[in-house]
């Protein structure tokens, strides 16, 4: 990471950090909560990924929209989620952001423009073009920004997005968390590219390739793109090289990954190398960093007491919000 500290404000990196300590102190609890049992369904935890979602969401406003993917606590914590909610969520409680039936992979917060983490690979891309054409008709200054994975954008999906998008210049913004796996198979054995970002020529648009581990690269790189799709000058893929430290789901051991591969990526972790950065670059003092990750554990601790304490979803409210209520009279 190079001295930015005059190009970016302080107090940006710092709600950088902020952020990336929730999500990792967030998922930490995930982890072990699902390994007790507590929590239902899949889990996919977003660790060693804190710096992409961190660094996109501190350019965008509570109006602007995102999407998500099975991978989506980092993302939808960046972008303002409630901690308390999203836990209750994942404990499956009536409090949770869908009264507990969306459980992992389904949050969503649209007062916040969170469109929703969702388990089909690739959902996101059609999703934001949808939220982009909305911007631009209503012509507002919102900007739609789509994460997704490495291995979804060799979904027609992704294509017909890009397409789409680049054509009608929406407002969008394409983040690829290459993570170099497809669930286990290895992207240099699902691509013949080396970088996802080479795919925006096709579309005619600007393809970027960042450090997915360092926060201010990602931050900067969103920036300009964030900034060029609210100018109206249409969308921008940028990819985030990163790494997964678990596996593709909570229960998979990730014996498909070489341990050589898995040490050195833990070398790179971001949040050990950012805070390393703004202590020698005079951002912050270790006892200044000390005192966000107290508030952060404060946060955690109240969002799994919240729900610990929350009731159980009524048997009777199985059906409720599933499906679209009929209003009488009307066919």
Same mark, same amino acid.
């Given at each position: ?7 970016? /404000?302080?107090?940006?990196?710092? /709600? !950088? %950090? /902020? ?7 967030? =998922? ?12 239902? *369904? ?6 060693? =990924? +804190? ?6 969401? +501190? ?19 960046? &972008?303002?989620?409630?901690?308390? %909610? ?37 959902? *996101? ?10 911007? $631009? %008709? ?71 390739? @960042? /450090? ?6 990602? %931050? ?5 793109? @964030? ?10 893929? !940028? ?19 070489? &341990? ?19 202590? +020698? ?8 960093? &000390?005192?966000? $990750? ?5 946060? !955690?601790?109240?969002?799994? =007491? ?22 009488? *009279?009307?066919?």
């Amino acid at each position: 990471m190079e001295n930015v500290k005059e190009r970016i /404000d302080s107090s940006k990196l710092m /709600d !950088i %950090y /902020d952020k990336m300590l929730k999500i990792r102190a967030f =998922e930490t609890v995930a982890m072990n909560s699902f390994a007790e049992g507590k929590i239902p *369904g899949f889990v996919h935890l977003y660790i060693g =990924e +804190e710096a992409i979602a961190s660094g996109v969401c +501190e350019n965008l406003k509570d109006s602007d929209y995102i999407t998500s993917t099975h991978r989506g606590h980092g993302h939808i914590i960046a &972008k303002g989620g409630d901690l308390k %909610y999203m836990m209750a969520e994942l404990f499956g409680k009536s409090t949770g952001y869908c009264k507990g039936k969306g459980g992992s992979m389904h949050i969503a917060d649209a007062t916040k423009g969170i469109l929703g983490a969702n388990g089909i690979v690739g959902a *996101g891309h059609d999703i934001v073009v949808g939220a982009g054409m909305s911007a $631009q %008709y209503r012509g507002t200054d919102q900007v739609a920004v789509c994460f997704f994975g490495d291995a979804s954008t060799n979904q027609g999906t992704f294509h017909e997005s890009l397409n789409m998008a680049s054509v009608w210049k929406l407002p969008v913004v394409y983040v690829c968390e290459n993570n170099g796996y497809g669930i286990s198979v290895s992207q240099k054995r699902h691509q013949n590219i080396k970088n996802v970002a080479d795919r925006a020529k096709a579309y005619g648009i600007p393809g970027v390739t @960042v /450090d997915g581990n360092d926060p201010v690269a990602v %931050y900067e790189a969103s920036k300009t793109a @964030v900034e060029r799709a609210r100018n109206g000058e249409g969308p921008t893929l !940028i990819e985030c090289k990163t790494y997964r430290q678990r596996g593709h789901f909570e229960g998979d051991a990730a014996n498909y990954k070489p &341990k050589e591969e898995q040490e050195e990526w833990l070398k790179k972790d971001p949040i050990p190398r950012f805070e390393k950065y703004l202590v +020698e670059n005079n951002i912050a003092s270790e006892d200044e960093l &000390k005192k966000v $990750q107290k508030s952060v554990d404060d946060q !955690i601790k109240e969002a799994v =007491e919240f729900a610990d304490k929350s009731p159980e979803p009524e048997l009777n409210s199985v059906f409720e919000d599933v499906y679209t209520d009929m209003k009488e *009279g009307v066919d």
